[in-house]
């Protein structure tokens, strides 16, 4: 029952689902929470894969219109949660002052330049690798799909357990007080049971999405290395900034893909 409170934590927060009762935000429930990461990636890759194939295959809509309804999809479901970091961050990044000034602007509830133009760029960028990946998709196209926010909400989970926290106070603090590096022994098991699956049904699935895999652990590794050297550590904007980064490489990667290995 914690567990499954622990996940309904994670739907309040990083989706626009409403969920009609009171969970407490507690030592215990934040901590199923933080182990429940994959869970929910995993769902909501199986959401957007489904949008897809119901547009191209149940619907008159062209390729284009598909690829627009599962790019305004993945916005409505998250409620855009992540992209107020994005465009936080963005201002803090390019604002070229030291840390404490970037952790101030942050803060700051007002949006500069440079976030209104670097949220354009993400997601025109998205919406130029779903269309394309539209344009070339395969049946495996789905299936790949699928990992994206699975990889990106696990990336996500790393950094807040692994990356010292730039501020004592605020969500990423918060969460990472309720659980340690520990719980997160759960996510490489997630990824071998989802890996052992593709493989089973398709080798040249397996090396695809082994692709992806190698991809976030490289997108990992930058974002935790640069959140500090940025930031001097991890707050919530720099989470949802690094969730938006992580998931908009990861489509590059896929598109990449279609374009070289799976034509």
Known sequence: MKTIKGFLINIQFFTSIPVPMQIPMDKVHLKRAVITFPILGLLQGLFYSLVLYGFLEWTPFSQLASAFALWLAIIILTG????????????????????????????????????????????????????????????????????????????MGVLLMQVRPAKPEGLGAMFQ?????????????????????????DISLAVHAAILLLAAAGFLMFAAVKSVKWFGGITGDVLGASAEGAECFLWMVLWLLHYFAMS
């Open 177 to 201: 007080k309720a659980a340690s590096a520990r719980d997160l022994a759960f996510y490489p098991a997630a990824v071998l049971l989802v890996f052992v699956l593709y493989a089973m049904a």
């Open 80 to 155: 855009g949660i992540h992209l107020d970091g994005w465009m936080d961050a963005s201002d803090a990044f390019f604002s070229y002052q030291d840390r404490e000034k970037r952790l101030e602007i942050m803060k700051d509830p007002r949006t500069g330049a440079f976030g209104v133009l670097s949220v354009i760029v993400l997601l025109a960028a998205r919406f130029l690798f779903i269309y394309e990946i539209v344009l070339q998709q395969q049946p495996e196209t789905y299936w790949l799909i699928a990992l994206i926010p699975f990889l990106g909400k696990q990336i």
